[in-house]
């Protein structure tokens, strides 16, 4: 894998930005504003946002494999183990305390 | 499919094209006419498109099952494994290889479009691209699963992998109980394509 340079490390808690803009973003709705933690760091890699339009991808973000209870996700009544786990860039993270 | 020649050499179809079919074959048009592609590059992709098939992640799930020393290169560094198989996995950027136990079952769904292991399985099915498996396959693994045959119990682990950005993934099914007889060849038609997408086991018995 690539080296991280990205601000998390494996088991931290994260939320995902619920931010809404334009472009290729690979952040799917569902998940913005949801707290999860970090299972896997999978290293820095160019950025899609920018390779999309024909940018360099520069600077590199940093992707992470993001676990999320499915409760936490769609609310109770969710099997308790069942977890959905999406691949998130750094920059669409931001740490909880 | 019927088709009649026109005058710059290649084939239309016949009948009436949606909106996309006509922009993309006036793309290809274009990129020919302006000679960034040959009729030729167009060929040989589409012969290599068709050439990769779930035959391929067959092969590495049996000899995986037979020979836990794989299994574990296979999990450290799946490309320098599917490469010693023959199997080119160089076209992915990240592959990342999700084994499934007892007591945890993946599945893999690109709900922001169709990423999927082309190289290790070939094409996506159409069920795989589908609206309806994209949004349920988050909302309701387990109903999906239910629908292709698989019913797991609560103390079940469901993790889903939605395959959003950079990596590729691939389930590892787990090798059914009772195969201890078979060979490494007849392991690997167990191994059907939507088990290595994790939606439902390989196979309990030959086919």
């Given amino acids: 894998m690539n080296p991280a340079s990205g601000r998390f490390k494996q088991g931290d808690t994260v939320r995902v930005l619920n931010e809404d803009r334009p472009g290729h973003i690979r952040t799917p709705f569902y998940i913005r504003g949801k707290v999860g933690w970090v299972e896997r760091v999978y290293g820095d890699f160019l950025n899609p946002e ?3 339009f024909g940018g360099d991808g520069l600077p590199k973000r940093t ?6 209870n499915q409760a936490d ?3 109770a009544g969710q099997p308790p183990k069942d977890k959905v786990l999406v691949d998130i860039y750094d920059h669409w993270l931001e740490p909880i305390a | ?12 179809p016949r009948h009436e094209l949606s909106h996309y079919a006509k922009r993309i074959y006036a793309i290809r048009d274009l990129l020919l006419e302006k000679g960034v592609i040959t009729e030729k590059d167009i060929q040989c992709q589409i012969e290599y498109q068709e050439a990769r098939s779930p035959a391929n992640g067959a092969k590495i799930v049996a000899r995986a099952w037979v020979d836990s020393e794989f299994k574990a290169r296979l999990i450290a560094e799946p490309k320098a494994a599917c490469a010693e198989l023959g199997i080119d996995a160089a076209a992915l950027n990240e592959f990342v290889i999700l084994e499934n136990t007892e007591k945890v079952r993946h599945m893999v769904v690109c709900t922001l479009c169709s990423c999927y292991p082309r190289p290790i399985l070939g094409r996506p ?22 629908e292709f045959g698989l019913v797991l119990p609560d103390d079940v682990e469901v993790r889903v992998h939605d395959s959003t ?7 590892l099914p787990l090798r059914p109980r009772g195969t201890e007889g078979l060979s490494e060849a007849e392991l690997a038609k167990l191994v059907t394509r939507d088990s290595m997408i994790g939606v439902m086991d390989a196979l309990p018995t030959l086919p």
């Fill in chain 1, 63 to 68: 992707l992470y494999l993001v676990a999320f």
């Fill in chain 1, 50 to 52: 920018s390779l999309a």
């Fill in chain 1, 73 to 75: 996700v769609w609310g």
């Fill in chain 2, 165 to 171: 950005a950079d990596i590729r993934y691939l389930v």
């Fill in chain 2, 125 to 146: 099915p159409d069920w795989y691209k589908s609206f309806n498996y994209r949004q349920r396959s988050v909302t309701d693994p387990r109903g999906v699963m239910r």
């Fill in chain 2, 1 to 12: 499919m019927s088709a009649t020649n026109d005058q710059h050499g290649h084939e239309h």
